[in-house]
């Protein structure tokens, strides 16, 4: 079946500090895969995204690389700001449906 | 534009009682999804559809119904609202070249005692 796992958080780091949260799907076929980004009171919205294997997703300073060999997804960022502070949500694309990771919140200290 | 818009915003049914939540969206998007979000859970996909006249179930479709007579809307009806449906749901549309790029309403929170 299809499913994405996510590191559970909160995540708390200070600003300018190395975001890094892991994402592992599985999967049959050719999924796309996400990352979606979700503020308080707000509905998901779309982060990044890479379509194929060894493909990077890059947007407003973060970086995913599909990993086909190893069925990961991880987000980065190099130096995080406060305005990050939000929820962070893996999601593989597959015929047509959408699975989402269960999130996890990042939390940045000025 | 208004983009994906959903009524309403909360709601409160008692366990029995039954309601449709309504989504419509002004971009002409052949897809659209209903999801639920359960606290601190991801979003789970309930139907979706491919365009007007057709629909599908998604991960969790039990208790709900859908149908798709426009582009424009796609309401989600919950005929015996039970407590396991308390939840906030999220309708969310994309266009057929650029699926992945979903746009999402701001969610009803739905209570059901």
């Known amino acids: 079946g299809n499913s994405v796992t996510q590191m559970e958080g909160p995540v708390t780091l200070s600003e300018e500090a190395f975001l890094t949260i892991n994402c592992t799907y599985t999967a049959t076929g050719y999924p796309s895969l996400f990352w979606y980004v979700q503020y308080p009171g707000e509905g998901l919205q779309l982060l990044l995204k890479a379509t194929k294997a060894d493909d990077k997703g890059s947007n407003k300073g973060f970086e995913a690389t599909y990993r086909k060999e190893t069925t990961s997804f991880h987000l980065e960022k190099g130096s995080v700001q406060v305005s990050d502070s939000a929820v962070y949500f893996c999601?593989?694309?597959?015929?047509?449906?959408?699975?989402f990771g269960s999130g996890t919140k990042l939390n940045v200290k000025p | 534009n208004a983009g994906v818009t959903q009524t309403p915003k909360f709601r409160i049914l008692k366990i029995g009682q039954s309601m449709t939540l309504q989504c419509t969206q002004d971009?002409?998007?052949?897809?659209m999804y209903w999801y639920r979000q359960d606290p601190g859970m991801g979003l789970k996909l309930i139907y979706y559809s491919v365009g007007a006249g057709i629909t599908d179930k998604g991960e969790v479709p039990n208790g709900y119904n859908v149908s798709r007579s426009t582009t424009e809307d796609f309401p989600l009806r919950l005929e015996l609202a039970a407590p396991s449906q308390t939840s906030v749901y999220f309708c969310a549309s994309s266009s057929y070249s650029a699926q992945e790029t979903q746009y999402f309403g701001p969610g009803t929170r739905l209570l059901v005692l």
């Open positions: 999601a593989l694309l597959n015929f047509n449906k959408f699975y």
């Open positions: 971009m002409n998007h052949n897809y």
